[in-house]
């Protein structure tokens, strides 16, 4: 749905037009640096006021355009007027509306940014617990997904075509997380369960301390683990016998290693060379050094 300056529009009677097609979309409403209105159409009919999903829809609340502030709210307080700026910011560029944000006496909090078009781009959502963001492709599929619950966990993973590509976890998340603690309506990678079925890309890159022996166990019994050839793997708990059973029950073409830990370097190593020797076309990398 297209977000655009109401300056764009062209009214006939009671109809509402944009480059000559019958609008539908949200339409913005600016005077200065205050955005006074914010209107949703369709089919050239005025529905009413636009009603965010995600933010604060207080009709008292201060709406202005993003590039009138001081400071972006992120690295530094945002000002307006030389006030810290609590209120919904719009990033109007062009007359597109590319995101909203809201900020909290200069800080930004919650944002959501679209696509020039005006399909979903992202989502932050953040209250005093945990922060949650997805970022979407153009076809409206998880592309990311983090999810940070303050000093218990944080994990992050990607998608490539909705085959999953990327897995991060730091902390405890499987035995941690909450369902009821979502911000966002999506379908969570949450449970080793959901790992067994989950879709895999032919890469897949596992990182950090959370990805241990019972997530290894999990992907072994996910039946599209033949189709992964490439993996990397950095910096995870895994033990030797995790590794093992990955270089066995994959058709490895690479295979890259960082892994910190002295007892595991030497560990490995032997193994990785018997992995080249019988597998003389996957490339090894052990500590970013090849095994030849």
């Excluded at 829809?57 to 502030?69: C, G, K, P, V």
């Excluded at 490995?268 to 050094?289: Q, T, V």
Aim: glycine share 6%; charged share 25%.
């Amino acid at each position: 749905m297209l977000r655009i300056e109401a300056e764009l529009l062209q009214q006939e009677g009671e109809l509402f037009y944009y480059q000559e097609v019958l609008f539908t979309g949200i339409a913005f409403f600016l005077k200065g640096p205050l955005v006074e209105k914010v209107n949703e159409y369709h089919k050239g009919k005025l529905i009413g006021p636009y009603i965010s999903k995600w933010l604060d829809n207080n009709a008292d609340i201060l709406r202005i355009d993003l590039n009138e502030l001081d400071g972006d709210g992120e690295h530094q307080q945002a000002y307006l007027n030389e006030q810290a700026f609590t209120g919904i910011g719009y990033n109007i560029s062009g007359g597109i509306c590319h995101g909203e944000s809201e900020f909290t006496n200069g800080w930004e909090g919650q944002t959501i940014s679209f696509y020039g078009d005006g399909v979903l781009d992202s989502i932050e959502l953040i209250n005093d617990t945990l922060a949650e963001e997805v970022i979407f492709d153009r076809q409206g599929f998880v592309k990311e997904y983090q999810l940070n619950k303050f000093k218990v966990f944080n994990v992050k993973f990607g998608y490539i075509e909705q085959r999953l590509n990327i897995v991060k976890v730091v902390g405890d998340f499987f035995n941690e997380v909450n369902k009821n603690e979502y911000l966002l309506n999506i379908e969570v990678l949450d449970t080793l369960n959901k790992v067994k079925k989950i879709q895999l890309d032919s890469t897949l890159k596992l990182f950090s301390s959370g990805v241990d022996d019972k997530f290894i166990e999990a992907i072994m019994l996910n039946e599209e683990l033949k189709n992964t050839n490439d993996i990397i793997i950095s910096n995870t708990s895994l033990t030797l016998n995790s590794f093992v059973k990955i270089i066995n029950n994959t058709k490895l073409i690479s295979l890259w290693i960082d892994d910190s830990r002295v007892d595991m370097k030497t560990n490995l190593l032997p193994i990785l060379k018997e992995l080249k020797i019988n597998n003389p076309i996957c490339e090894i990398r052990l500590n970013n050094k090849k095994v030849l």
